[in-house]
Antibody, heavy 118, light 107 residues
């Protein structure tokens, strides 16, 4: 199993960024995919979940209305479109895969750093 | 939303000690709890799911118990490689909330 994130970087407050995660080594279309972030020196924060065909999605209150998760089951990829970025969104963002058909996290990518600063 | 409260936030124990970390859910979540280990500078790893099922490859000194609102992660004999932060997570339905973490150190 491999999860490879890309798209992180430095962005100004109010800006946008799209993260990508290329997945391989498992049945992608049957897996729940989540994004989890971790601010420097802080704990883990689940932020979004995409299930199956991608029409069922969930968000943490902290990002609802600003972030959009999507997936491409043909190309085994999941995306996180981030808008209205705030300084407090600065974190390492991990792409993760659910265990079996469930939502416990079995695999984590290496993470991509997002820094929101002027 | 259901909150997950971990305690203690940190602990220091001697090698070979038995270590217990607790996680309390604000509502009944049956057994839909996972535990993760994050070593310093590393990506988190799944230790336990369904409250008590050891994930593949995890040493048997780790165990989990509980159901409903109260859950426990136990390390039966603390080893140097267990220095890490441990997180619980509810995962039955979104939001898939994590606990605040417990930092484990060796005296």
């Amino acid at each position: 199993v491999q999860l490879v994130e890309s798209g992180g970087g430095l962005v100004q407050p109010g800006g946008s960024l799209t993260l990508s995660c290329a997945a391989s080594g498992f049945s992608f279309r049957n897996s729940a995919m989540s994004w989890v972030r971790q601010a420097p020196g802080k704990g883990l924060e689940w932020i979004s979940l995409s299930i199956g065909n991608g029409y069922t999605t969930y968000y943490a209150d902290s990002v609802k209305g600003r972030f959009l998760i999507s997936r491409d089951n043909t190309n085994s990829a999941v995306y996180l479109e981030m808008g209205g970025l705030r300084v407090e969104d600065s974190a390492v963002y991990y792409c993760t895969k659910g265990l079996g058909y469930g939502y416990a996290i079995e695999y984590w990518g290496q993470g991509t750093q997002v820094t929101v600063s002027s | 939303d259901i909150q997950m409260t971990q305690s203690p936030s940190s602990l220091s124990a001697s090698e070979g000690d038995r270590v217990t970390i607790t996680c309390r859910a604000s509502q009944d979540i049956a057994n839909f709890v996972a535990w993760y280990q994050q070593r310093p500078g590393k990506v988190p790893e799944l230790l336990i799911y369904a409250a008590s099922t050891l994930h593949s490859g995890v040493p048997s000194r780790f165990s989990g118990s509980g159901s409903g609102t109260d859950f426990t992660l136990t390390i039966s004999s603390l080893q140097p490689e267990d220095v890490a932060t441990y997180y619980c997570q509810r995962y039955k339905s979104a939001p898939l909330t994590f606990g605040g973490g417990t930092r484990v150190e060796i005296k």
